[in-house]
């Protein structure tokens, strides 16, 4: 995602003009049938207006209260419109700008017979064959089935870096509207036109496609509920009112029953949903459905590779261990020099910590005669011969059949050092001068700064992580350890990786796990959160309901911590939202009945002005509090690692005591103001 997407303001001046223009256009009934609450508002409004023409036809009532109660019901509704016109706008921004990645470029088709011919990007079809050489933008999502190319990502990934792509591998996926950079490749088509990444990406960030989630629908049929029942309670006041020698006007009726539903959650679940979701687009995550988003927010367990995850990916040289008889720095100076022709991420390490260490700087050694030998697969060792000195590193074991076949002795203290750093959960290399073996350069896997204290904070949240490595029980063992993690599984295959899935979920739990290659794609289609690495094959895209654009497997903790955050705030506003209905309680009942029942007015405990300033506040009170809640529905609630009970208690004397306590107060203002402007 470009950076222009991810920082969308919130109050963005143009999103703002369009979710104002769509909060109108959202009064069509198809779409607030969607709404039971809202709907059922819109119907209320609607009345309202009729029961003031009349009085304006008439000339009878209170035209001055009826007109601003009307007028106050239809805000209502716009401002719950516009909520969710909001929501939408930001991810149709995000839109926009994924759509200008997507241009009509020309494909180099390859026929039956080899032969290339141009084509537009759009007759393109699923298993054609294109070439792509270096300048040009890749016309269709595919897999490279021949070559290898450095490719510019950025339109997708916000990321400059280019990256490589390869046929025969995990990293042979490409997608349209990327572009190649060096070298040519031969694609093979994945997607028809309109199927794409790209397409799908701008689908899933435009919020008016987002369906409904189970625990959505769930909250709607609740809402749908409370209000039907609040329905026929007012349904029953006008009877009683008669029976008590007074009676109650359809706007007083209409105005009861909008403050006593839940109008608060029922104007904001929608853009709540869609927010959630809009979160995860900002941090480079793409959620194939709201669903997805929900169980993130209700995993129990997560599976976290170990390498590139949990540590950075490549073993570092953390200490020099001699043999008795030989100096540090001599066996650092030995490992620098045998290692000056290792490009690979260990080499280079042993050179730099040697230099830390000792000072000991890098030489070039082209004067001196010097023969670097490469590492093999058959000699497990490298190193460089000298004309005075042959110098290797490697294995242990292939170390000391180097020594012995020298002519030299092999130390006992030795293996003990080579036991010692395995049993850490680090890797040994043993160095050698000629006959001497000097002792071992403990290379150790570096876990990622901070790692420990978000797996402490996972475990306060319930949730309990599990390390997945290739290697051996006591290496797995150590990291685990020195991580925190709560368990691991080592020697990993993809079929233990789905025995566990399913172990899990057998035991009620919801699982979540990312992958990036084929062999990933059963676990990832198993778990309930499988992300997909967009650098990874097609296969373990399609196989998972999230693509993380970053390829950072990382950011599957922040995934889990959205979609909590998406629950806790759903469950915030529908606390806040019901305990409001105390505070209009305390202002309509009274001022409904005091005339036929005097008494009531020692329930009218915020002595409020009249009883029109009474009600016509808390109608006002109802359509403002939803504004005010919008950056609070599109932003979530602060999350914060607790527990769910913590949670429940944080919710209930925050949102359940604020949300009878702030009503009161507003309530009381409005009715204020309203005297002073003589409007009630």
Same mark, same amino acid.
């Given at each position: 995602?470009?950076?222009?997407?991810?920082?969308?303001?919130?109050?963005?001046?143009?999103? %703002?003009?369009?979710?104002?223009?769509?909060?109108?256009?959202? +009064?069509?009934?198809?779409?607030?049938?969607?709404?039971?609450?809202?709907?059922?508002?819109?119907?209320?409004?609607?009345?309202?207006?009729?029961?003031?023409?009349?009085?304006?036809?008439?000339?009878?009532?209170? %035209?001055?209260?009826?007109?601003?109660?009307?007028?106050?019901?239809?805000?209502?509704?716009?401002?719950?419109?516009?909520?969710?016109?909001? !929501?939408?706008?930001?991810?149709?921004?995000?839109?926009?700008?994924?759509?200008?990645?997507?241009?009509?470029?020309?494909?180099?088709?390859?026929?039956?017979?080899?032969?290339?011919?141009?084509?537009?990007?759009?007759?393109?079809?699923?298993?054609?064959?294109?070439?792509?050489?270096?300048?040009?933008?890749?016309?269709?999502?595919?897999?490279?089935?021949?070559? %290898?190319?450095?490719?510019?990502?950025?339109?997708?990934?916000?990321?400059?870096?280019?990256?490589?792509?390869?046929?025969?591998?995990?990293?042979?996926?490409?997608?349209?509207?990327?572009?190649?950079?060096?070298? #040519?490749?031969?694609?093979?088509?994945?997607?028809?036109?309109?199927?794409?990444?790209?397409?799908?990406?701008?689908?899933?960030?435009?919020?008016?496609?987002?369906?409904?989630?189970?625990?959505?629908?769930?909250?709607?049929?609740?809402?749908?509920?409370?209000?039907?029942?609040?329905?026929?309670?007012? &349904?029953?006041?006008?009877?009683?009112?008669?029976?008590?020698?007074?009676?109650?006007?359809?706007?007083?009726?209409?105005?009861?029953?909008?403050?006593?539903?839940?109008?608060?959650?029922?104007?904001?679940?929608?853009?709540?949903?869609?927010?959630?979701?809009?979160?995860?687009?900002?941090?480079?995550?793409?959620?194939?459905?709201?669903?997805?988003?929900?169980?993130?927010?209700? #995993?129990?367990?997560? +599976?976290?590779?170990?390498?590139?995850?949990?540590?950075?990916?490549?073993?570092?040289?953390?200490? =020099?261990?001699?043999?008795?008889?030989?100096?540090?720095?001599?066996?650092?100076?030995?490992?620098?020099?045998?290692? +000056?022709?290792?490009?690979?991420?260990?080499?280079?390490?042993?050179? #730099?910590?040697?230099?830390?260490?000792?000072?000991?700087?890098?030489?070039?050694?082209?004067?001196?005669?010097?023969?670097?030998?490469? =590492?093999?697969?058959?000699?497990?060792?490298?190193?460089?011969?000298?004309? !005075?000195?042959?110098?290797?590193?490697?294995?242990?074991?292939?170390?000391?059949?180097?020594?012995?076949?020298?002519?030299?002795?092999?130390?006992?203290?030795?293996?003990?050092?080579?036991?010692?750093?395995?049993?850490?959960?680090?890797?040994?290399? %043993? #160095?050698?001068?000629?006959?001497?073996?000097?002792?071992?350069?403990?290379?150790?896997?570096?876990?990622?700064?901070?790692?420990?204290?978000?797996?402490?904070?996972?475990?306060?949240?319930?949730?309990?992580?599990?390390?997945?490595?290739?290697?051996?029980?006591?290496?797995?063992?150590?990291?685990?350890?020195?991580?925190?993690?709560?368990?691991?599984?080592?020697?990993?295959?993809?079929?233990?990786?789905?025995?566990?899935?399913?172990?899990?979920?057998?035991?009620?739990?919801?699982?979540?796990?990312?992958?990036?290659?084929?062999?990933?794609?059963? &676990?990832?289609?198993?778990?309930?959160?499988?992300?997909?690495?967009?650098?990874?094959?097609?296969?373990?895209?399609? !196989?998972?309901?999230?693509?993380?654009?970053?390829?950072?497997?990382?950011?599957?903790?922040?995934?889990?911590?959205?979609?909590?955050?998406?629950?806790?705030?759903?469950?915030?506003?529908?606390?806040?939202?019901?305990?409001?209905?105390?505070?209009?309680?305390? !202002?309509?009942?009274?001022?409904?009945?005091?005339?036929?029942?005097?008494?009531?007015?020692?329930?009218?405990?915020?002595?409020?002005?009249?009883?029109?300033?009474?009600?016509?506040?808390?109608?006002?009170?109802?359509?403002?509090?939803?504004?005010?809640?919008?950056?609070?529905?599109?932003?979530?609630?602060?999350?914060?690692?607790?527990?769910?009970?913590?949670?429940?208690?944080?919710? +209930?004397?925050?949102?359940?005591?604020?949300?009878?306590?702030?009503?009161?107060?507003?309530?009381?203002?409005?009715?204020?103001?309203?005297?002073?402007?003589?409007? &009630?």
């Amino acid at each position: 995602m470009t950076d222009h997407a991810r920082q969308v303001s919130m109050w963005d001046g143009a999103i %703002v003009r369009q979710a104002t223009v769509d909060a109108f256009r959202k +009064l069509d009934p198809r779409v607030q049938l969607r709404n039971p609450v809202m709907c059922l508002v819109t119907a209320g409004s609607l009345l309202t207006t009729l029961a003031l023409g009349q009085e304006i036809a008439t000339g009878t009532g209170n %035209v001055l209260f009826t007109g601003q109660v009307a007028v106050w019901l239809w805000f209502t509704v716009l401002f719950a419109n516009f909520a969710e016109a909001m !929501a939408e706008g930001r991810g149709k921004a995000q839109a926009s700008t994924l759509r200008r990645t997507r241009t009509e470029t020309v494909a180099h088709r390859i026929d039956a017979d080899g032969n290339t011919e141009e084509v537009s990007a759009s007759s393109l079809r699923k298993g054609d064959l294109v070439r792509v050489s270096a300048g040009e933008f890749i016309p269709a999502d595919g897999e490279i089935v021949e070559g %290898v190319a450095s490719v510019d990502e950025s339109a997708i990934t916000g990321e400059s870096a280019p990256v490589i792509r390869e046929s025969g591998g995990d990293r042979s996926a490409v997608t349209g509207g990327t572009r190649v950079l060096s070298d #040519v490749i031969v694609v093979r088509v994945t997607a028809d036109p309109g199927h794409t990444f790209l397409d799908r990406m701008i689908a899933l960030v435009e919020g008016a496609q987002r369906q409904k989630t189970p625990n959505e629908l769930a909250l709607g049929i609740l809402l749908a509920a409370l209000s039907l029942v609040f329905l026929l309670v007012v &349904a029953t006041l006008e009877p009683f009112a008669r029976y008590a020698g007074t009676s109650i006007s359809v706007p007083v009726l209409v105005a009861l029953l909008v403050c006593l539903i839940p109008t608060t959650i029922g104007a904001l679940i929608s853009a709540i949903g869609i927010a959630g979701m809009d979160r995860l687009v900002q941090h480079n995550v793409l959620a194939m459905s709201g669903r997805a988003v929900e169980a993130a927010g209700d #995993v129990d367990t997560l +599976l976290l590779d170990k390498t590139g995850t949990i540590t950075l990916g490549d073993r570092q040289a953390a200490e =020099f261990l001699p043999v008795s008889g030989v100096e540090e720095r001599e066996l650092a100076e030995a490992a620098q020099l045998a290692s +000056l022709a290792d490009e690979t991420p260990e080499g280079r390490s042993i050179v #730099v910590l040697a230099k830390e260490r000792f000072g000991l700087r890098a030489r070039t050694l082209e004067p001196h005669e010097a023969t670097f030998v490469a =590492f093999t697969a058959q000699t497990r060792m490298s190193g460089v011969d000298l004309p !005075a000195r042959r110098l290797r590193k490697g294995a242990a074991e292939a170390i000391a059949t180097h020594v012995r076949e020298l002519g030299g002795r092999v130390p006992t203290e030795l293996t003990a050092l080579v036991d010692r750093v395995s049993r850490s959960g680090g890797t040994p290399l %043993v #160095v050698a001068d000629d006959t001497r073996a000097l002792g071992v350069i403990h290379l150790k896997d570096i876990v990622k700064g901070g790692m420990r204290q978000r797996f402490d904070a996972l475990r306060a949240m319930g949730i309990r992580t599990v390390m997945i490595t290739g290697d051996n029980p006591v290496t797995a063992e150590a990291i685990a350890r020195e991580a925190g993690v709560d368990d691991f599984l080592a020697e990993a295959r993809p079929e233990d990786k789905m025995a566990l899935i399913k172990r899990e979920q057998a035991a009620g739990k919801l699982v979540a796990m990312t992958g990036d290659g084929t062999n990933d794609a059963p &676990a990832l289609a198993q778990a309930d959160v499988g992300v997909a690495m967009n650098s990874g094959t097609t296969a373990a895209k399609e !196989a998972g309901n999230m693509v993380d654009l970053d390829s950072n497997p990382t950011k599957l903790i922040e995934i889990v911590e959205i979609g909590k955050q998406l629950l806790m705030t759903r469950g915030a506003l529908t606390t806040f939202s019901i305990a409001n209905d105390v505070a209009k309680y305390f !202002a309509i009942i009274p001022a409904m009945f005091l005339l036929a029942f005097p008494r009531l007015q020692a329930l009218n405990v915020m002595r409020l002005a009249t009883p029109e300033s009474a009600i016509l506040s808390a109608v006002i009170f109802n359509a403002l509090i939803i504004i005010v809640l919008i950056p609070l529905a599109l932003r979530g609630v602060r999350y914060t690692p607790l527990g769910a009970a913590a949670v429940l208690r944080r919710n +209930l004397l925050v949102y359940g005591l604020g949300g009878v306590i702030v009503p009161f107060v507003g309530i009381k203002a409005i009715d204020m103001v309203l005297v002073v402007l003589g409007l &009630a």
